[in-house]
Each structure stands twice: as structure tokens, then as C-alpha cells.
């Protein structure tokens, strides 16, 4: 388990390839569908 290793974060590092371990583009954040400035504009 370390650079020689493919499937390892830092074998691909290593290796300078991409998948399930080391993505190319990193996930995107899942944001809640309403965001906190929304409720403030509803207000009184």
C-alpha cells in the first residue's frame, strides 16, 4: 500500500492517473435548497 500500489490516493498521485480513489474534479457540496438569507427576506 503505498506508490507502487494503483488503487491507492497516492498510487495515482504517484502514477498521475484518475479514479474511484483519486478523482479528477472533486465532489461537489450539497447545498439545502433553501438558503438562510430566504427566510429574512419573507420576515414580517
Known amino acids: 500500500m503505498g ?3 494503483k488503487k491507492t490516493k497516492k ?3 504517484f502514477k498521475g ?3 474511484k ?3 479528477a474534479k472533486p465532489a461537489k457540496k450539497v447545498r ?3 438558503p438562510a ?3 429574512k ?3 414580517k
Open 37 to 39: 438569507d430566504a427566510n
Open 21 to 23: 480513489s483519486r478523482p
Open 17 to 19: 492517473s484518475f479514479g
Open 3 to 5: 506508490r507502487g500500489d
Open 11 to 13: 498510487g495515482k498521485i
Open 41 to 43: 427576506a419573507s420576515g
Open 32 to 34: 439545502e435548497s433553501a
